[in-house]
Each structure stands twice: as C-alpha cells, then as structure tokens.
C-alpha cells in the first residue's frame, strides 16, 4: 500500500509561513490524488486541499488563497505552502491519498505533522 511521510511542521508566529511535504512512496497511485488535511484539538478532521475536478485543486473555504499545493513528480513528494498563517490554523497536518477500487487501493494516511501558530 501507499506510504505518506509527512514534515515541515513546527512554530510560527502568526503571519508566518511554513511549507509541509508529503513523501509518497509503494503501491500504486497517481501525484495528483495526493491531498491535505488537517485535525485541530476537539475538532473533526477537514479537507485543506484536496484533488478536484480537471485535475484542480479544491481548497477548503479557509485557505482564501493563503495556502498552495504543488507537486514534484521527480521525488514524489507533495507540498502545502502555507503563508499568512492565523492561530485557527493551529492543527495537525496530514496528507492522504484516497481508497481506490479499480487499483486495489485502500486509503492511506500519513503520521501527521503538527503546525501551531501563536498570536
């Protein structure tokens, strides 16, 4: 199955930016189905940016053009930059790949990596 590493977490004072990556590595899977999401102490876990229709990147609603995933196909690895961060955005940040039926796939989480932003 997929393995997803992630890093780049750590303390930033608000404002700030921080860019996480995501190693991805076995089993079968397309860059683009990699997304982010995030987990907030006695909160759900939420979408951050997730793979959308055409090959676009859906952002959750909070994002408002602050955060950016891209890819490097070369070394497998997905990135979220994130700039202007917000307390709110203290969390921790996990990448997932999503099950798929048709490769044989089950879903896939990584360990998480915890961004904490202070005021």
């Known amino acids: 199955q997929v393995q997803l590493v992630e890093s780049g977490g750590g303390l930033v004072q608000a404002g700030g930016s921080l860019r996480l990556s995501c190693a991805v590595s076995?089993?079968?899977?397309?860059?683009?189905?990699i997304g982010w999401y995030r987990q907030a102490p006695g909160k759900e876990r939420e979408p951050v940016a997730t793979?959308?229709?055409?090959?676009?990147?859906k952002y959750g609603d909070f994002v408002k053009g602050r955060f950016t995933l891209s890819r490097d196909n070369a070394k497998n690895t997905v990135y979220l930059q994130m700039n202007s961060l917000k307390p709110e955005d203290t969390a921790v940040y996990y990448c997932?790949?999503?099950?798929?039926?048709?490769?044989?796939?089950?879903?896939?989480w990584g360990q998480g990596t915890q961004v904490t932003v202070s005021s």
């Open positions: 997932n790949i999503p099950a798929s039926p048709r490769l044989g796939r089950r879903e896939s």
């Open positions: 076995g089993g079968t899977f397309s860059m683009n189905d």
């Open positions: 793979s959308g229709s055409g090959g676009r990147t």
